[in-house]
């Protein structure tokens, strides 16, 4: 019950600020609210894969899942909104909270998760004795499933906004830590720029206090919209 009240006041909060600029009728309380649902969607450019590499370090630091979102390119991107959908479709057979979570963004999105689960079974062939029940394990290894996965991104209009939706209702309420300013970040080494694309070598978060003959990983980068970003990450 407390979490379905908790859903509901973010429910609320999502809609709050359109909701009151049309009662209100006002010219400025609308653009106001659009205003602020812009500020979620406005780009985050980056002039160097370093200044992107420092954002993206920063918002892992601090558990900011947004940040950390839109720093990456828009494949990347992608990846997670396709790989939001199959675990919306996946655990919310069985689980009363993700089913709420799928009921939500099913209306706020005009989904129907059951034709996205035949679509996914059907893709995948996937043995379910539901078609419209997705039960498969995650296996990014199986280029069936991948195909099957990216496909859920067919029915999804906005991506960006389908992600942070979804964030927003698994994790109601959830606010990053706060900023730490004497963070120093590491930084990238053997940097290579081939038109589009980068690459270099980092330290990972749980690297940082080791040694400094470490050998690094890699991390890569896409110049795309203006800006450079960062291909996802596991951490």
């Not at 601090?62 to 959908?85: G, I, K, P």
């Not at 960006?160 to 730490?180: K, L, Q, S, T, W």
Request: charged content about 30%.
């Amino acid at each position: 019950m407390a979490r379905k009240l908790v859903i509901a006041l973010v429910v609320v909060c999502l809609f709050s600020s359109d909701a009151v600029a049309e009662r209100r009728g006002g010219f400025h309380a609308r653009w106001a609210a659009r205003r602020a649902a812009r500020a979620h969607t406005v780009e985050l450019i980056y002039a160097t894969p370093q200044a992107a590499w420092n954002a993206r370090y920063r918002a892992g630091v601090r558990n900011d899942w947004e940040t950390t979102y839109r720093c990456l390119d828009r494949d990347s991107r992608e990846q997670c909104v396709a790989n939001m959908a199959f675990g919306v479709l996946r655990f919310s057979n069985d689980d009363d909270d993700w089913a709420e979570v799928a009921d939500h963004l099913a209306r706020r999105h005009r989904l129907d998760f059951r034709a996205m689960a035949r679509e996914f079974n059907e893709t995948y062939k996937s043995p379910t004795p539901d078609p419209y029940k997705v039960t498969a394990l995650f296996d990014d290894r199986s280029p069936a499933f991948s195909k099957a996965k990216q496909r859920l991104l067919r029915h999804i209009s906005d991506h960006d906004a389908f992600y942070r939706d979804a964030m927003h209702a698994i994790f109601p309420g959830y606010v990053a830590d706060e900023p730490n300013t004497a963070l120093d970040v590491p930084e990238l080494t053997n940097l290579r720029i081939n038109g589009n694309h980068a690459k270099a070598a980092h330290r990972s978060i749980s690297d940082v206090s080791n040694a400094d003959d470490v050998p690094g990983q890699t991390v890569e980068f896409t110049f795309e919209n203006g800006g450079w970003k960062v291909r996802k990450l596991d951490w």
